[in-house]
């Protein structure tokens, strides 16, 4: 069975940082890129970055560009979001997404970020 | 970057209805969109990819169509289980975009 669970959420002050990780099970991590998508409280959804499986080409939605870093672990099945610099507006749920069609999502962990 | 432009972004449905969606993109990004459904507190489903085609599991009733910037999820004899969120997405280019979801009530 898939599985995918996302961990490292909290409440934190603006301007500081979060590790979130997600660990994968039930399917060679290692063959799929993997993606990180947020739904900020009651809006829609935004894709926040990607990687691909070798960790060669990765991407960042602009707003986060320099203060998020993506990575991955294919030895432990797990991805890996760096979040420095937070902002209120980063305030969201964070999903896991395996795949470039994003084809499975976890549950997600919740970043809340105020003074 | 591709806006999809998804539309109504609200509508309330008896069971039984048959149910259209829309989501127009900025541009051509030929077959490369999905569709998901997610409900409260729940990460999202993947319903259809590459704009036509059912994922495995999903009943029949969920039909995608279209190419190139204009695409259609469409739900046939709605059933009650399908009130949720329907949200398209891009994968053709990035940044990936999504639209900005359809909320479909029972009425």
């Known amino acids: 069975e898939v599985q995918m669970v996302e961990s490292g959420g909290g409440q934190v002050k603006p301007g500081g940082s979060l590790r979130l990780s997600c660990a994968a099970s039930?399917?060679?991590?290692?063959?799929?890129?993997m993606n990180w998508v947020r739904q900020a409280p009651g809006k829609g959804l935004e894709w926040i970055s990607s990687?691909?499986?070798?960790?060669?080409?990765?991407h960042y939605l602009d707003s986060v560009k320099g203060r998020f870093t993506i990575s991955r672990d294919n030895a432990d099945s797990s991805l890996f979001l760096q979040m420095n610099s937070l902002r209120a507006e980063d305030t969201a749920i964070y999903y896991c997404?395996?795949?470039?069609?994003?084809?499975?999502w976890g549950r997600g962990t919740l970043v809340s970020v105020s003074s | 970057e591709t806006t999809l432009t998804q539309s109504p972004a609200f509508m309330s449905a008896t069971p039984g209805d048959t149910v259209t969606i829309s989501c127009k993109a900025s541009?051509?990004?030929?077959?490369?969109i999905n569709w998901y459904q997610q409900k409260p507190g729940e990460p999202p489903i993947f319903i259809i990819q590459e704009a036509s085609t059912l994922v495995p599991g999903i009943p029949p009733r969920f039909s995608g169509s279209g190419y190139g910037t204009d695409f259609t999820l469409t739900i046939n004899n709605m059933e009650s289980e399908d009130a949720a969120y329907y949200f398209c997405?891009?994968?053709?280019?990035?940044?990936?975009?999504f639209g900005g979801g359809t909320r479909v009530d029972l009425k």
């Open positions: 039930g399917f060679v991590f290692s063959q799929y890129n």
């Open positions: 997404a395996r795949g470039a069609g994003l084809d499975f």
């Open positions: 997405l891009q994968h053709d280019n990035f940044p990936l975009t």
């Open positions: 541009q051509d990004i030929d077959d490369d």
């Open positions: 990687i691909s499986t070798s960790s060669n080409y990765i």
